[in-house]
């Protein structure tokens, strides 16, 4: 047995993964409510210790998770009670086992299935161009043999806007960032399946901007089906586990 294989590589925090970790904390212990405001970028550069680049960077992916919000003339301020309640609930994902973590990415396909469906029959123009941009940008770290995992979300956030049902963009912008996390600190997604999931993520855009709703839910539900097996897996090794006990 190769004992190397007991051995996990050390991964060093980012600031900006940092930033992000004690604002969210902040907003879970209720010390940021929604509608704060933050310090301005200088002050929490200041107060972090860190370059205002690290800052702006960590602000811009809480604004797209839907966890703060940019207002003319106000500032940075905490987003809604529901989505800032929410992802408080939420937050520790990765501490999730067995049948809960399982739950939780059913209804992330769910919620994705029903997301192409939605898109396929509302999408716009401009919502095939951010689509497929996103696309594009996936493919392009996929290439260069880069982590894929933030642009994979982006593609996915692209249809779920375009179903225009902001409830559900909602708790696909809550639930999707954590679950993606996950399987990037288990390698579910290394090897060639980022290469496979790009010719599904195709297929998918296709029915989307052809207008066919069935076709793209169940194109979504089967470029799903990995993660879906995966957590199930999981679930059943966290049951045996208890049963042993």
Do not use: W
């Not at 209804?107 to 509302?122: D, G, H, I, P, S």
């Not at 679950?179 to 980022?194: A, H, M, Q, S, W």
């Not at 496979?196 to 195709?202: C, M, R």
């Not at 539900?221 to 049963?243: G, P, R, W, Y």
């Amino acid at each position: 047995m190769d004992l190397l294989n007991n051995f996990k590589e050390i991964v060093i925090e980012k600031p900006g993964d940092k930033i992000i970790k004690q604002i969210k904390e902040l907003i879970s212990s209720g010390q940021l409510k929604p509608g704060d405001r933050l310090p301005a970028e200088r002050m929490l550069s200041e107060r972090f210790g860190v370059g205002r680049t690290y800052v702006r960077d960590a602000i811009r992916k809480l604004e797209f998770y839907g966890i703060l919000k940019t207002l003319p003339q106000s500032g940075t301020v905490v987003a809604g009670f529901g989505i800032g309640a929410l992802e408080g609930l939420i937050s520790d994902v990765l501490e999730l086992q067995g049948s809960d973590f399982h739950a939780l990415v059913e209804t992330r396909v769910l919620l994705e299935v029903n997301a192409a469906r939605f898109a396929a029959m509302r999408r716009t123009n401009e919502d095939i161009g951010s689509i497929a941009s996103a696309l594009s940008d996936y493919e392009k770290v996929v290439s260069e043999g880069k982590n894929s995992v933030e642009c994979d979300l982006l593609f996915h956030l692209k249809i779920a806007e375009a179903s225009k049902n902001s409830v559900l963009t909602s708790l696909m912008l809550i639930i999707t960032p954590d679950i993606l996390t996950y399987f990037k600190e288990n390698n579910v997604c290394g090897g060639d399946r980022p290469v496979t999931a790009l010719d599904e993520h195709y297929k998918i855009l296709e029915h989307i901007e052809q207008k066919r709703p069935d076709e793209a839910a169940d194109s979504m539900k089967e470029h799903l089906s990995d993660i879906l097996s995966f957590s199930l897996t999981q679930s059943n090794i966290s049951e045996s586990a208890v049963a042993e006990k």
